[in-house]
Protein backbone atom coordinates (compact mmCIF):
# COMPACT_ATOMS: atom_id res chain seq x y z
CA UNK A 1 0.00 0.00 0.00
CA UNK A 2 1.11 3.56 -0.36
CA UNK A 3 0.85 6.08 1.99
CA UNK A 4 0.24 10.19 0.38
CA UNK A 5 2.01 12.74 2.14
CA UNK A 6 1.41 16.46 1.19
CA UNK A 7 4.35 19.30 1.20
CA UNK A 8 4.32 22.33 -1.13
CA UNK A 9 1.41 20.92 -3.24
CA UNK A 10 3.57 17.87 -4.50
CA UNK A 11 2.19 14.74 -3.26
CA UNK A 12 4.79 12.38 -2.77
CA UNK A 13 4.58 8.80 -1.99
CA UNK A 14 6.12 5.99 0.19
CA UNK A 15 5.32 2.25 -1.34
CA UNK A 16 5.19 -0.67 1.46
CA UNK A 17 4.05 -4.24 1.10
CA UNK A 18 0.79 -4.93 1.42
CA UNK A 19 -0.86 -7.98 1.14
CA UNK A 20 -4.26 -7.97 0.36
CA UNK A 21 -7.12 -9.75 1.22
CA UNK A 22 -9.12 -12.89 0.08
CA UNK A 23 -13.26 -12.64 0.35
CA UNK A 24 -16.42 -14.95 -1.12
CA UNK A 25 -19.04 -12.89 -1.90
CA UNK A 26 -21.70 -13.66 -4.55
CA UNK A 27 -22.06 -12.33 -8.42
CA UNK A 28 -24.73 -11.37 -10.95
CA UNK A 29 -25.41 -14.63 -11.24
CA UNK A 30 -25.60 -15.61 -7.36
CA UNK A 31 -22.87 -18.64 -7.80
CA UNK A 32 -20.26 -17.65 -4.96
CA UNK A 33 -17.01 -16.51 -6.05
CA UNK A 34 -13.68 -15.72 -4.09
CA UNK A 35 -12.01 -12.58 -4.82
CA UNK A 36 -9.10 -11.10 -4.33
CA UNK A 37 -8.68 -7.16 -2.94
CA UNK A 38 -6.04 -4.38 -2.48
CA UNK A 39 -5.83 -0.54 -2.72
CA UNK A 40 -4.05 1.05 -5.45
CA UNK A 41 -2.49 4.59 -5.01
CA UNK A 42 -2.95 7.46 -7.91
CA UNK A 43 -0.92 10.12 -9.23
CA UNK A 44 -3.07 12.32 -7.11
CA UNK A 45 -2.68 10.31 -4.07
CA UNK A 46 -6.16 8.62 -3.66
CA UNK A 47 -6.44 5.62 -2.67
CA UNK A 48 -8.51 3.26 -5.41
CA UNK A 49 -10.00 -0.25 -4.22
CA UNK A 50 -9.13 -3.13 -6.27
CA UNK A 51 -10.58 -6.41 -6.73
CA UNK A 52 -9.57 -9.44 -8.99
CA UNK A 53 -11.89 -12.95 -9.44
CA UNK A 54 -9.64 -15.44 -8.22
CA UNK A 55 -12.14 -18.37 -9.07
CA UNK A 56 -15.83 -20.27 -7.76
CA UNK A 57 -16.10 -21.51 -4.62
CA UNK A 58 -16.47 -25.34 -6.75
CA UNK A 59 -12.80 -24.25 -7.89
CA UNK A 60 -11.42 -23.68 -4.45
CA UNK A 61 -13.03 -25.59 -1.55
CA UNK A 62 -11.87 -23.70 1.11
CA UNK A 63 -10.35 -20.02 1.93
CA UNK A 64 -6.34 -21.52 2.35
CA UNK A 65 -6.64 -22.79 -1.40
CA UNK A 66 -8.46 -19.42 -2.54
CA UNK A 67 -4.97 -17.88 -0.50
CA UNK A 68 -2.56 -20.24 -2.53
CA UNK A 69 -4.15 -19.50 -5.85
CA UNK A 70 -3.85 -15.43 -4.66
CA UNK A 71 -0.26 -15.75 -4.65
CA UNK A 72 0.61 -14.69 -7.91
CA UNK A 73 -1.81 -11.92 -7.37
CA UNK A 74 0.05 -10.56 -4.44
CA UNK A 75 3.26 -10.67 -6.51
CA UNK A 76 2.03 -8.87 -9.40
CA UNK A 77 0.63 -5.97 -7.35
CA UNK A 78 4.29 -5.43 -5.53
CA UNK A 79 5.98 -5.23 -8.59
CA UNK A 80 5.48 -2.60 -10.83
CA UNK A 81 7.58 -4.19 -13.80
CA UNK A 82 8.15 -7.58 -15.28
CA UNK A 83 11.42 -7.75 -14.15
CA UNK A 84 10.92 -6.97 -10.82
CA UNK A 85 8.12 -9.38 -10.51
CA UNK A 86 10.00 -12.07 -12.04
CA UNK A 87 13.22 -11.30 -9.66
CA UNK A 88 10.86 -12.43 -6.81
CA UNK A 89 9.19 -15.39 -8.15
CA UNK A 90 10.63 -18.57 -7.07
CA UNK A 91 10.12 -22.15 -9.03
CA UNK A 92 7.40 -22.97 -6.56
CA UNK A 93 5.65 -20.21 -6.38
CA UNK A 94 5.36 -21.23 -10.06
CA UNK A 95 4.40 -24.37 -9.88
CA UNK A 96 2.01 -24.02 -7.58
CA UNK A 97 0.20 -21.23 -9.94
CA UNK A 98 0.55 -24.14 -12.70
CA UNK A 99 -1.19 -26.47 -10.75
CA UNK A 100 -3.87 -24.09 -9.73
CA UNK A 101 -4.77 -23.38 -13.32
CA UNK A 102 -3.45 -26.09 -15.34
CA UNK A 103 -3.66 -29.56 -13.43
CA UNK A 104 -7.37 -28.35 -11.75
CA UNK A 105 -9.96 -31.39 -12.70
CA UNK A 106 -11.56 -29.12 -15.35
CA UNK A 107 -13.81 -31.77 -16.87
CA UNK A 108 -13.63 -31.30 -21.04
CA UNK A 109 -12.46 -28.30 -20.95
CA UNK A 110 -8.99 -29.14 -19.09
CA UNK A 111 -5.96 -31.63 -19.08
CA UNK A 112 -6.52 -36.22 -18.78
CA UNK A 113 -6.01 -37.23 -15.62
CA UNK A 114 -3.39 -39.51 -17.05
CA UNK A 115 -2.09 -35.70 -18.20
CA UNK A 116 -2.35 -34.80 -14.85
CA UNK A 117 -0.99 -37.29 -13.17
CA UNK A 118 2.06 -37.71 -15.09
CA UNK A 119 3.01 -33.83 -14.38
CA UNK A 120 2.28 -33.89 -11.34
CA UNK A 121 4.59 -37.24 -10.64
CA UNK A 122 7.62 -34.99 -12.48
CA UNK A 123 7.18 -32.04 -10.53
CA UNK A 124 7.38 -33.80 -7.10
CA UNK A 125 10.12 -36.27 -8.12
CA UNK A 126 12.42 -34.21 -10.31
CA UNK A 127 11.63 -30.44 -10.68
CA UNK A 128 10.67 -29.34 -6.97
CA UNK A 129 13.19 -30.80 -5.28
CA UNK A 130 15.92 -29.58 -7.45
CA UNK A 131 15.06 -26.07 -8.75
CA UNK A 132 11.77 -25.03 -5.90
CA UNK A 133 14.09 -22.52 -4.19
CA UNK A 134 15.22 -21.00 -6.90
CA UNK A 135 13.91 -17.98 -8.91
CA UNK A 136 12.73 -18.61 -12.36
CA UNK A 137 14.67 -15.83 -13.68
CA UNK A 138 18.19 -17.04 -12.25
CA UNK A 139 17.74 -20.87 -13.82
CA UNK A 140 19.48 -21.06 -17.58
CA UNK A 141 19.77 -23.52 -20.05
CA UNK A 142 23.20 -24.61 -18.90
CA UNK A 143 22.31 -24.99 -15.46
CA UNK A 144 19.28 -27.63 -16.52
CA UNK A 145 21.43 -29.49 -19.56
CA UNK A 146 23.85 -30.41 -17.15
CA UNK A 147 21.43 -31.22 -14.69
CA UNK A 148 19.62 -33.89 -16.39
CA UNK A 149 23.01 -35.47 -17.92
CA UNK A 150 23.83 -36.73 -13.99
CA UNK A 151 20.19 -37.83 -12.99
CA UNK A 152 19.86 -41.23 -11.65
CA UNK A 153 16.99 -43.63 -11.01
CA UNK A 154 16.06 -43.13 -7.55
CA UNK A 155 16.01 -46.59 -5.75
CA UNK A 156 12.91 -48.29 -5.03
CA UNK A 157 11.36 -49.07 -1.85
CA UNK A 158 10.04 -52.12 -0.79
CA UNK A 159 6.36 -53.14 0.94
CA UNK A 160 8.43 -53.90 4.12
CA UNK A 161 10.49 -51.05 4.24
CA UNK A 162 9.91 -47.23 5.86
CA UNK A 163 12.59 -45.52 3.75
CA UNK A 164 14.32 -45.76 0.73
CA UNK A 165 17.45 -47.79 0.68
CA UNK A 166 20.39 -45.93 0.61
CA UNK A 167 22.38 -46.49 -2.43
CA UNK A 168 25.50 -44.84 -3.90
CA UNK A 169 24.50 -42.19 -6.74
CA UNK A 170 27.86 -44.29 -8.55
CA UNK A 171 25.56 -47.22 -8.22
CA UNK A 172 22.52 -46.12 -9.42
CA UNK A 173 21.22 -46.43 -12.85
CA UNK A 174 21.25 -42.96 -14.76
CA UNK A 175 17.83 -41.86 -16.08
CA UNK A 176 16.46 -42.76 -19.39
CA UNK A 177 16.83 -40.02 -22.26
CA UNK A 178 13.29 -40.14 -22.88
CA UNK A 179 12.36 -39.60 -19.07
CA UNK A 180 15.21 -36.91 -19.44
CA UNK A 181 13.35 -35.23 -22.30
CA UNK A 182 9.85 -35.62 -20.44
CA UNK A 183 11.09 -33.80 -18.02
CA UNK A 184 12.94 -30.91 -20.07
CA UNK A 185 9.26 -30.76 -21.76
CA UNK A 186 7.48 -30.08 -18.53
CA UNK A 187 9.97 -27.91 -17.90
CA UNK A 188 9.35 -25.63 -21.35
CA UNK A 189 5.54 -26.18 -20.22
CA UNK A 190 6.32 -24.02 -17.48
CA UNK A 191 7.70 -21.53 -18.90
CA UNK A 192 5.04 -21.27 -21.11
CA UNK A 193 2.56 -20.69 -18.83
CA UNK A 194 5.14 -18.07 -16.76
CA UNK A 195 5.23 -16.18 -20.25
CA UNK A 196 1.26 -16.40 -20.88
CA UNK A 197 0.58 -14.90 -17.28
CA UNK A 198 3.10 -11.83 -18.43
CA UNK A 199 6.26 -12.96 -15.99
CA UNK A 200 8.86 -13.96 -18.77
CA UNK A 201 9.48 -12.59 -21.79
CA UNK A 202 11.13 -15.68 -23.15
CA UNK A 203 11.97 -19.45 -22.36
CA UNK A 204 14.71 -20.46 -21.27
CA UNK A 205 14.02 -24.15 -21.70
CA UNK A 206 13.93 -23.85 -25.59
CA UNK A 207 15.72 -20.66 -26.30
CA UNK A 208 15.06 -18.04 -28.34
CA UNK A 209 16.56 -19.40 -31.46
CA UNK A 210 16.76 -22.88 -32.09
CA UNK A 211 19.68 -25.02 -31.02
CA UNK A 212 19.99 -22.13 -28.12
CA UNK A 213 18.01 -23.97 -25.56
CA UNK A 214 18.47 -27.16 -23.13
CA UNK A 215 19.33 -29.63 -26.00
CA UNK A 216 18.43 -33.17 -24.32
CA UNK A 217 17.88 -36.76 -26.67
CA UNK A 218 14.76 -38.41 -26.26
CA UNK A 219 16.86 -41.78 -28.00
CA UNK A 220 15.35 -45.29 -26.91
CA UNK A 221 17.33 -47.17 -24.93
CA UNK A 222 15.79 -49.82 -27.01
CA UNK A 223 13.95 -50.78 -29.66
CA UNK A 224 10.24 -51.94 -28.64
CA UNK A 225 9.39 -55.57 -29.12
CA UNK A 226 7.27 -56.84 -31.60
CA UNK A 227 5.71 -60.32 -31.35
CA UNK A 228 5.77 -63.10 -34.52
CA UNK A 229 2.09 -64.19 -35.69
CA UNK A 230 3.87 -67.91 -34.61
CA UNK A 231 4.56 -66.28 -30.66
CA UNK A 232 0.54 -64.87 -30.53
CA UNK A 233 -0.83 -68.16 -31.83
CA UNK A 234 1.20 -70.20 -29.28
CA UNK A 235 0.60 -67.43 -26.31
CA UNK A 236 -3.21 -67.52 -27.03
CA UNK A 237 -2.98 -71.28 -27.00
CA UNK A 238 -2.23 -71.62 -23.26
CA UNK A 239 -4.74 -68.49 -22.09
CA UNK A 240 -8.20 -68.85 -20.78
CA UNK A 241 -10.84 -67.40 -22.07
CA UNK A 242 -10.64 -63.75 -20.12
CA UNK A 243 -7.34 -63.34 -21.20
CA UNK A 244 -7.77 -65.06 -24.86
CA UNK A 245 -10.86 -62.25 -25.37
CA UNK A 246 -8.75 -59.45 -23.72
CA UNK A 247 -5.61 -60.35 -26.09
CA UNK A 248 -7.46 -60.55 -29.68
CA UNK A 249 -9.69 -57.45 -28.62
CA UNK A 250 -6.82 -55.67 -28.14
CA UNK A 251 -4.60 -57.11 -31.11
CA UNK A 252 -7.30 -57.19 -33.49
CA UNK A 253 -8.21 -53.40 -32.85
CA UNK A 254 -4.96 -51.91 -31.56
CA UNK A 255 -7.07 -49.97 -28.54
CA UNK A 256 -4.82 -48.26 -25.86
CA UNK A 257 -4.79 -50.08 -22.58
CA UNK A 258 -7.47 -47.45 -20.83
CA UNK A 259 -9.75 -47.58 -23.57
CA UNK A 260 -9.81 -51.67 -23.18
CA UNK A 261 -10.44 -51.07 -19.88
CA UNK A 262 -13.15 -48.36 -20.47
CA UNK A 263 -15.40 -50.95 -22.50
CA UNK A 264 -18.69 -51.55 -21.65
CA UNK A 265 -21.46 -53.71 -23.19
CA UNK A 266 -23.23 -50.75 -24.85
CA UNK A 267 -20.03 -49.52 -26.50
CA UNK A 268 -20.55 -52.57 -29.18
CA UNK A 269 -22.97 -53.39 -32.13
CA UNK A 270 -23.11 -57.07 -32.97
CA UNK A 271 -25.23 -56.93 -35.51
CA UNK A 272 -22.99 -54.28 -37.27
CA UNK A 273 -19.94 -55.47 -36.36
CA UNK A 274 -18.08 -53.03 -34.43
CA UNK A 275 -17.69 -50.58 -31.33
CA UNK A 276 -17.82 -47.04 -30.23
CA UNK A 277 -14.39 -46.11 -27.94
CA UNK A 278 -16.20 -43.35 -25.70
CA UNK A 279 -13.84 -43.00 -22.59
CA UNK A 280 -10.71 -44.08 -20.97
CA UNK A 281 -9.57 -45.57 -17.74
CA UNK A 282 -6.43 -44.67 -15.98
CA UNK A 283 -6.17 -45.48 -12.32
CA UNK A 284 -9.80 -46.65 -12.28
CA UNK A 285 -10.53 -42.79 -12.90
CA UNK A 286 -12.90 -42.76 -15.82
CA UNK A 287 -11.82 -39.93 -18.42
CA UNK A 288 -12.32 -39.01 -21.95
CA UNK A 289 -9.78 -40.58 -24.69
CA UNK A 290 -6.42 -39.50 -25.65
CA UNK A 291 -7.52 -37.45 -29.01
CA UNK A 292 -10.83 -36.59 -30.94
CA UNK A 293 -9.18 -39.64 -33.57
CA UNK A 294 -9.48 -41.82 -30.52
CA UNK A 295 -13.45 -41.43 -30.57
CA UNK A 296 -14.09 -43.22 -33.76
CA UNK A 297 -15.60 -46.13 -34.00
CA UNK A 298 -13.98 -49.28 -34.78
CA UNK A 299 -14.49 -52.25 -36.63
CA UNK A 300 -14.86 -55.52 -35.14
CA UNK A 301 -13.77 -58.87 -36.95
CA UNK A 302 -16.80 -62.33 -36.50
CA UNK A 303 -13.97 -64.24 -34.80
CA UNK A 304 -13.38 -61.80 -32.24
CA UNK A 305 -17.14 -60.73 -31.71
CA UNK A 306 -17.88 -64.60 -31.21
CA UNK A 307 -14.96 -64.86 -28.67
CA UNK A 308 -16.98 -61.55 -26.97
CA UNK A 309 -20.02 -63.35 -26.61
CA UNK A 310 -18.45 -66.63 -24.90
CA UNK A 311 -17.72 -64.70 -22.33
CA UNK A 312 -20.97 -62.65 -22.58
CA UNK A 313 -22.51 -65.66 -21.39
CA UNK A 314 -19.74 -66.52 -18.67
CA UNK A 315 -19.22 -63.02 -17.01
CA UNK A 316 -21.97 -62.10 -14.03
CA UNK A 317 -22.21 -58.56 -15.28
CA UNK A 318 -24.33 -58.70 -18.41
CA UNK A 319 -25.81 -55.06 -18.47
CA UNK A 320 -25.38 -52.25 -20.83
CA UNK A 321 -23.75 -50.57 -18.24
CA UNK A 322 -21.58 -52.94 -17.37
CA UNK A 323 -17.48 -52.99 -17.80
CA UNK A 324 -17.11 -55.60 -20.22
CA UNK A 325 -14.22 -56.84 -17.97
CA UNK A 326 -15.36 -55.61 -14.35
CA UNK A 327 -13.81 -57.25 -11.93
CA UNK A 328 -15.36 -60.50 -9.74
CA UNK A 329 -12.64 -60.36 -6.94
CA UNK A 330 -14.05 -60.40 -3.51
CA UNK A 331 -10.97 -58.13 -2.47
CA UNK A 332 -12.88 -54.98 -4.46
CA UNK A 333 -15.44 -55.16 -2.07
CA UNK A 334 -18.43 -52.64 -2.78
CA UNK A 335 -16.66 -51.64 -6.54
CA UNK A 336 -16.64 -55.88 -7.47
CA UNK A 337 -18.64 -55.25 -10.36
CA UNK A 338 -18.99 -51.77 -10.77
CA UNK A 339 -15.01 -50.77 -11.95
CA UNK A 340 -13.03 -52.81 -14.63
CA UNK A 341 -9.66 -55.09 -13.34
CA UNK A 342 -6.73 -54.12 -13.27
CA UNK A 343 -5.28 -54.68 -16.82
CA UNK A 344 -1.87 -54.51 -15.20
CA UNK A 345 -2.80 -57.06 -12.68
CA UNK A 346 -4.09 -59.51 -15.47
CA UNK A 347 -0.59 -59.20 -17.73
CA UNK A 348 1.99 -59.32 -14.61
CA UNK A 349 -0.03 -62.94 -13.48
CA UNK A 350 -1.69 -64.29 -16.28
CA UNK A 351 -0.13 -63.33 -19.25
CA UNK A 352 3.69 -62.72 -18.63
CA UNK A 353 3.73 -66.10 -17.53
CA UNK A 354 3.10 -67.74 -20.18
CA UNK A 355 5.29 -65.83 -21.98
CA UNK A 356 8.08 -66.96 -20.02
CA UNK A 357 6.62 -70.60 -20.15
CA UNK A 358 6.87 -70.69 -23.70
CA UNK A 359 10.61 -69.33 -23.80
CA UNK A 360 9.67 -66.00 -25.42
CA UNK A 361 12.54 -63.84 -24.62
CA UNK A 362 10.67 -60.50 -25.02
CA UNK A 363 8.97 -57.79 -23.10
CA UNK A 364 5.46 -58.18 -23.36
CA UNK A 365 2.71 -55.16 -22.40
CA UNK A 366 0.08 -54.27 -23.70
CA UNK A 367 1.03 -51.42 -26.17
CA UNK A 368 3.46 -54.85 -27.75
CA UNK A 369 -0.15 -55.80 -28.94
CA UNK A 370 -0.93 -52.18 -30.30
CA UNK A 371 2.46 -51.94 -31.99
CA UNK A 372 2.24 -55.72 -33.56
CA UNK A 373 -1.28 -54.57 -34.99
CA UNK A 374 0.32 -51.64 -36.86
CA UNK A 375 3.55 -53.50 -37.88
CA UNK A 376 1.50 -56.63 -39.07
CA UNK A 377 -1.29 -53.87 -41.09
CA UNK A 378 1.96 -52.37 -42.30
CA UNK A 379 3.68 -55.69 -43.43
CA UNK A 380 0.07 -56.46 -45.35
CA UNK A 381 0.97 -53.83 -47.19
CA UNK A 382 -2.16 -51.48 -46.17
CA UNK A 383 -2.12 -47.76 -46.99
CA UNK A 384 -1.02 -45.56 -45.02
CA UNK A 385 -4.54 -43.70 -44.20
CA UNK A 386 -6.03 -47.02 -43.32
CA UNK A 387 -3.52 -48.00 -40.39
CA UNK A 388 -3.69 -44.53 -39.24
CA UNK A 389 -7.24 -45.09 -38.76
CA UNK A 390 -7.52 -48.31 -37.50
CA UNK A 391 -4.88 -47.41 -35.06
CA UNK A 392 -6.92 -43.54 -34.51
CA UNK A 393 -3.90 -41.61 -34.73
CA UNK A 394 -3.98 -37.83 -34.66
CA UNK A 395 -1.37 -38.38 -37.39
CA UNK A 396 0.15 -40.61 -39.85
CA UNK A 397 3.85 -39.22 -39.06
CA UNK A 398 3.43 -40.99 -35.69
CA UNK A 399 1.62 -44.19 -37.33
CA UNK A 400 4.77 -44.49 -39.57
CA UNK A 401 7.94 -43.16 -37.65
CA UNK A 402 6.91 -44.87 -33.70
CA UNK A 403 4.57 -47.72 -34.02
CA UNK A 404 5.13 -49.56 -37.28
CA UNK A 405 8.73 -51.32 -37.78
CA UNK A 406 9.46 -53.54 -40.25
CA UNK A 407 9.48 -57.17 -39.98
CA UNK A 408 12.70 -59.54 -41.38
CA UNK A 409 11.30 -61.39 -43.98
CA UNK A 410 9.97 -58.31 -45.54
CA UNK A 411 13.46 -56.47 -45.14
CA UNK A 412 15.35 -59.68 -46.25
CA UNK A 413 12.96 -59.84 -49.25
CA UNK A 414 14.03 -56.00 -49.96
CA UNK A 415 17.35 -56.44 -49.55
CA UNK A 416 18.02 -59.81 -52.29
CA UNK A 417 15.89 -57.48 -55.16
CA UNK A 418 18.11 -54.75 -54.72
CA UNK A 419 21.00 -57.27 -54.42
CA UNK A 420 20.11 -58.62 -57.72
CA UNK A 421 20.43 -55.55 -59.43
CA UNK A 422 23.56 -54.64 -58.51
CA UNK A 423 25.48 -57.99 -58.32
CA UNK A 424 27.17 -59.85 -61.30
CA UNK A 425 26.87 -62.93 -60.35
CA UNK A 426 23.29 -62.81 -59.25
CA UNK A 427 22.21 -60.90 -62.41
CA UNK A 428 23.62 -63.78 -64.37
CA UNK A 429 22.08 -66.54 -62.08
CA UNK A 430 18.87 -64.50 -62.33
CA UNK A 431 19.11 -64.81 -66.38
CA UNK A 432 20.62 -68.57 -66.70
CA UNK A 433 17.37 -69.15 -64.63
CA UNK A 434 15.00 -67.97 -66.94
Given amino acids: MALARHRKGVVLTTTRYQNGCVVLSKNGSGDAVWFFRWYEMQADGERIRRKKRIGTLD ?40 RERELADLGEDGRAYSTRDRYESTLNAWIEPRWGKTRIDEIKAPMVEGWLRDLRCKPRRSKNQALRPKVKASDMKRLAPGTKAKIR ?169 VVKELGINKQVSWHTFRRTYSTLLQTNREGVKVVQELLRHGSAKVTLDIYAQAQMPAKREAQRKVVVMMRTEAVQSAALGA
Avoid at 225 to 247: F, G, P, Y
Fill in 59 to 98: QYKNKAAAERAATWFRLAINSGKRNELSNTVTMSQLVAHF
Fill in 185 to 353: NLMSVLYNHAIRWGLLEFNPICGPVKGSGVRQSSKRERVPDILEVEEIQKIVAKLDLRERVLLFLDMASGLRRGELAGLKWMDFDFDTLDANVQRSIVDQVVGRCKTEASQKRIPLDEHTAKDLMAWYQVTPFRKPEDFVFATTSNRAGKKRGKQPIWLSTVMRYHIQP
